[in-house]
């Protein structure tokens, strides 16, 4: 039986990292794992690291990406960006170029200051968070651009939209300012 086509929103999401064969990459949230696959056939030396709050979808991402990470490639950890005392002791001494998650609803339904507070620790100088949403019209694609933009900028983090065609499928990312 053949794999699904791999949706849009995460071949888009990949694209726009622009994913250096030596990056340090951090997922949150990567479900099942098809985004990692794809990070992964970009990467020589660099890994991705993904975070995931539920069991069985760790598990499913671990045996898509069997290959990955046993060349070390793909780490995936079962921890929810919520607990972030948890998260902080889990990836101790990790530095990340980039940061990314698909469809994530946490940064636009509630404050998640101590969560963008701790991916800013993460990030390397220079690095960036990307997140990526594909909403089901304009209206809801307004909100969460509001939202989302609102959440990084006040946390410290400059930010651009980027859409792919349609309204309906963008990115907000977000670089951390100099004194941030």
């Known amino acids: 039986m053949a ?6 929103r995460l071949r888009w999401a990949v694209q726009l990292l622009e994913v250096a064969p030596d990056d340090e990459i951090l997922e949150i949230g990567p479900g099942p794992g098809v ?3 794809l990070v992964c056939g970009r990467l020589a030396t660099g890994r991705v690291t993904a975070i995931e709050r539920s069991a069985s979808a760790v598990q499913r991402a671990t045996r898509r990406n069997a290959d ?3 060349a070390g490639r793909a780490v995936f950890h079962q921890l929810d960006l919520a607990d972030v005392d948890l998260v902080r002791r889990a990836l101790a001494g990790q530095r ?3 940061a990314f998650a698909v469809n994530l609803n946490l ?4 404050p998640a200051d101590a969560e963008l507070q701790l991916v800013k620790d993460l990030l390397r100088p220079g690095g960036a968070l990307h997140l990526v949403y594909e909403p089901p019209g ?12 609102g959440a990084l900028a006040s946390n410290g983090f400059a930010t651009a939209v980027t859409t792919a065609g349609s309204p309906s499928l ?3 990312s ?4 100099r004194d941030g």
């Open 107 to 110: 940064f636009w339904v509630r």
């Open 170 to 172: 963008l990115c907000v």
């Open 138 to 149: 304009e209206e809801q694609a307004s909100r969460v651009v509001e939202a989302v933009t």
């Open 96 to 98: 990340f170029d980039k």
């Open 35 to 37: 985004s990692v696959s």
């Open 3 to 8: 794999d699904p086509p791999v949706p849009r």
């Open 68 to 70: 990955h990470v046993a």
């Open 174 to 177: 977000g670089r951390p300012g």
